[in-house]
């Protein structure tokens, strides 16, 4: 504690003033991408990924170091990751053994995001430390969760949903995040769904 200017900062604003002039948080995908199906086996088995872009989700610290910024910054901690399906009735209408699951991708630190897991460090034949040989990838946090009960088959099935997802962490999310949804569709071809998605 004292008296010099460096222990005058308003509460809460260490290790710098608060920003000013803060872009608005918003994040929207193409309207309508489609899903991209792809054969598992010769059997007619598909499955398709959709991935966000990775999020920056606490930009404020980015004054914190001066390294290269990486992923899309999004300024309210608060925010929501709102993703809309279209097409759940459309040609082929049949979505019997249709599946949806979801699988969150994260990393805490504030270094540099590297978008594939790096290969298992290695100790060298001599002993020692292994060679640093990544940095800080973003990588899964959470196995494939079932989410089928979102897209809401059933009698009164809608052509679409929207789906919301919260980001890791309480309070204040993860540093960096993103989402990735799976879909598996069996014993025939997937069908024409399309998705757009925003964060705000």
Known sequence: MGREINYRNPYGSLPSPQG??????????????????QGLDGNGNDNGLWDTPVFDLRPDLRSAQG????GVPIWDTE??????????LGAPANTTGLR???????????????????????APLGG???AQVGRDPVV?????????????FGT????????????????YPVRYWKLRLVWFRGQAVGPALSIQAAVY
């Open 20 to 37: 000013k002039d803060i872009p608005v948080t918003l994040w929207t995908t193409q309207t309508g991408v489609p899903v991209a199906w």
């Open 67 to 70: 390294s290269t910024k990486f």
């Open 79 to 88: 925010a929501r990751l709102y993703i809309q399906v279209f097409g759940l």
């Open 100 to 122: 949806l699951g979801c699988m969150e991708f994260a990393n805490c630190t504030l270094g540099t995001v590297t978008m594939p897991q790096p290969p298992r460090a290695v």
């Open 128 to 130: 020692g430390f292994p």
């Open 140 to 152: 899964a946090v959470t196995p494939v969760i079932d989410i089928t009960s979102e897209l809401m």
């Open 156 to 171: 009164n099935q809608t052509n679409s949903v929207v789906m919301v997802f919260a980001p890791l962490g309480e309070g």
